[in-house]
């Protein structure tokens, strides 16, 4: 198995109401953590790297690991550009061996996202690259760059047949009220399906993506704190509402902050529990485990992509 695009998972999500999940990797006890949970459950995966990971792990080592993984696992894995910001990086990790890259044009007009959005489509297919794009602007923190809620704008169906048209992208993801990051909602949590319905009205079979998607598991979060941690309670994405989605036209969920947060939560227990351990191994390996049975859980009760290879 080498690395696949995500045309045929998508194909098989639409159709079968469920959805792929697209978890962040930064290194490699997170890429084993991921892949050993969904070589033990058949899940398909979508492995995706942002401009800080390539920054702090370098993209060669990525994309090794990444790669020792597939070996390792023989599950089939496709590598995508997490919110790449311009086409200078999406070209790289074309060129360097991605098989699908976010264009996050959310920032500029309408007019300027379709253009920035269309010439990394037109280089990323000349090479049999997938691309997704992202129509409306989500809240939150990625790479330490801060979008208020005031800057955050929900998607508008009536803007996304053209841009689809338009840019020839592959997957589109949208704005219905998630958020980055581990602070997302500060009352109920509560998603647009309303606009997630009309897009769907608007563009048949068609993927659709939503970023932002950690749950915020308050198990991780209490056991941060109850280890000399400092984290305010926080509200994310409630599991039944993503299942919802997920059934709709959503084939793509990203999650990362749930990653950090067990991960996070596994090595400070270790730490308070075992004090005088100092070899990496010893907090790492129950770091990984925590990873993976995330992972695990998500697949089987939130993205329904279990026993779908
Ligand atoms: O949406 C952003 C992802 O969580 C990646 O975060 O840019 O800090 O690597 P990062
Ligand atoms: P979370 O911060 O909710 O995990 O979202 C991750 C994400 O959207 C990566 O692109
Ligand atoms: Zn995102």
């Known amino acids: 198995m080498s690395i696949v695009t995500t045309t045929q998972m998508f194909k098989k999500a639409y159709e079968g109401g469920y959805a792929i999940g697209a978890f962040n990797v930064n290194n490699m006890e997170i890429i084993q953590g991921i892949t050993e949970a969904a070589m033990e ?9 942002s401009a800080g990971a390539r920054k702090y792990a ?3 080592y990525l ?11 023989g599950l089939p894995i496709a590598v995508h550009l997490d919110h790449g910001e311009d086409f200078e990086i999406c070209k790289a990790c074309i060129d360097g061996g991605f098989s699908s890259v976010m264009i996050d044009g ?3 007009s309408f007019e300027d996202n379709i253009a920035l959005t269309k010439q990394v489509v037109d280089y990323a297919h000349s090479k049999g690259v997938v691309v997704e794009g992202e129509l409306g602007k989500l809240a939150g923190i990625e790479d330490n760059i801060q979008v208020s809620d005031e800057d955050a704008a929900f998607t508008d169906p009536a803007e996304v047949e053209e841009f689809v048209e338009k840019t020839g992208v592959d997957s589109l993801a949208i704005a219905i009220g998630t958020s980055h990051g581990a602070f997302k909602f500060k009352g109920e949590p509560r998603l647009r399906f309303d606009i997630l319905e009309e897009v769907q009205r608007r563009l048949p079979n068609f993927p659709i993506v939503l970023h932002g ?3 915020v598991i308050p198990e ?4 941060i704190n109850a280890n000399g941690g400092k ?5 994310g994405v409630p599991e039944d509402m993503l299942r919802q989605a997920a059934k709709l036209a959503v ?4 999650i990362d902050s749930d990653l950090r947060l067990a991960m996070t939560a596994s090595i400070r227990k270790h730490f308070n529990d075992n004090p005088e351990h100092f070899d990496p191994r010893q907090y790492l390996s129950p770091a990984r485990s925590a990873i993976k049975e995330l992972v695990k859980n998500k697949i089987i009760n939130v993205l329904g992509c279990d026993n779908k290879i």
């Open 213 to 215: 998607a950690s749950s």
């Open 251 to 254: 084939c793509k969920i990203n």
């Open 106 to 108: 959310s920032k500029h």
């Open 63 to 73: 994309m090794k690991l990444i790669e020792a993984a597939i070996e390792d696992t």
């Open 220 to 223: 991780y979060v209490d056991m």
């Open 41 to 49: 459950v058949k899940a398909p995966l979508i492995l995706q790297v």
């Open 231 to 235: 984290m305010p309670g926080a509200k």
């Open 58 to 60: 370098k993209h060669v």
